[in-house]
């Protein structure tokens, strides 16, 4: 093959569009050329697709993605873990690459900070060569510095792309946030992020995990993942009386953590009440700008409450998610939340079925 196809982003709000571009010839020392498996469409892509994110345009998005080694560049030989690494083998990658060199990579230690961080799927053109930096695309290339991870047999990639950005982002979040032995906790979200919330905070130490979202769907994974309760809005619009159902749900007091993983600016001011007193809130859901909200900081004054953000993940965050996926298919099935599967020419019809939310995950298997 000397060109393969993309569905490429080149107007914000208008559907996508199929394109061929040339492969590249040679790869640069420690690249790598893959075939892709699966490619998720993330709720962020959704968000992309609306300009709510400053980025270039044409753009491949995707930054979920599963596939096979066409070619690896010279030097490239092992994956991040230090396992060997071979043409046909199948891999994952972060989505993410950071200098390793600036104040906040090798001083403060917050690679997620750094300002030359470009991600797949977001930050790089493609009518530019070599043009395949996104998942939705029968190829993907990976820069050199990128950290690949060997997939193991077991781990199936409905399971790798099922978990998608969202878990690496939960698990980044709650290890700055902390859950503490028999915390309760209140998840605000339904969604591929707030499932794997929950799946965090279940194995963390959490007693009880209170997930508030909708539609039903949504709920009824949220139960297969071990919520102990949740609460629909659809059923409790009004945001006092949710209030009152976690209050009645944790003894009176509010939850000890709350994580917001929505999106949606209007959830935080509702997220630090759900608080108790002296509790704590991690903003998790905001990676695109969906805009101000009025907010009173004597809340956070008044309830003595600690309030974290975080971005993105690191690299030992997918090494910790790999391994939390393949010791825990049955309790937490994440390969379950694959509900709809699409060609590449498809791409569209499946970035619209996730903006309505009438999916668990779509998938694109070129």
């Known amino acids: 093959m000397s060109t393969a196809r993309a569905s490429v982003l080149e107007r914000f709000r208008q559907p996508l569009v199929l394109r061929d571009y040339p492969l590249p010839d040679r790869l640069a020392p420690g690249a790598a050329l893959v075939r892709t498996s699966m490619a998720g469409i993330c709720g962020t892509d959704v968000h992309l ?38 043409e046909g083998d199948r891999v994952t990658w972060t989505s ?42 029968e190829f993907h290339l990976l820069q050199p510095r990128v950290h690949v991870f060997k997939l193991p047999d077991g781990l199936s990639d409905e399971a790798v792309v099922g978990a998608g950005c969202a878990l690496v982002t939960a698990i980044h979040g709650i290890e700055r946030m902390g859950i503490e032995w028999r915390d309760t906790v209140v998840i605000q979200g339904a969604g591929p992020v ?20 909708g539609p039903k769907h949504r709920l009824e994974m949220a139960e297969r993942f071990g919520a102990d309760a949740t609460i629909d809005l659809d059923e409790l619009p009004d945001s006092a009386r949710r209030l009152a159902r976690v209050r009645e749900l944790t003894g009176g007091h509010g939850a000890d953590a709350v994580v917001e993983c929505v999106g949606a600016p209007q959830a935080v001011a509702e997220g630090w009440e759900l ?3 002296g509790g704590r809130y991690l903003v998790l859901g905001h990676y695109c700008d969906a805009g101000p909200q009025p907010l009173n900081p004597h809340v956070i004054t008044r309830k003595q409450l600690t309030v974290f953000g975080s971005w993105s993940s690191e690299p030992r965050h997918m090494h910790s998610a790999l391994k939390f996926l393949a010791d825990r298919p049955d309790q937490f099935p994440f390969a379950g939340m694959v509900t709809h599967r699409f060609k590449l020419e498809q791409a569209d019809a499946a970035l619209q079925l996730v903006s309505r939310w009438e999916a668990g995950k779509c998938v694109i298997e070129p």
């Open 96 to 137: 993410t690459s950071s200098c390793g060199r600036c104040f906040y990579c090798a001083e403060k230690r917050q690679p997620t900070r750094c300002p030359e961080r470009r991600a797949y799927g977001i930050g790089y053109r493609c009518d530019e060569a070599p043009h395949f930096f996104g998942g939705y695309a």
């Open 275 to 277: 608080c108790r007193d």
């Open 49 to 86: 697709w609306k300009g709510e994110l400053p980025i270039q345009l044409p753009v491949i998005l995707g930054h979920e993605t599963v596939g096979r080694i066409e070619r690896l560049g010279e030097g490239l030989d092992r994956d991040w873990s230090g396992q060997p690494l071979k």
């Open 194 to 213: 707030g499932i794997s919330a929950l799946a965090v905070a279940k194995t963390s130490g959490a007693s009880k995990v209170i997930v508030i979202g």
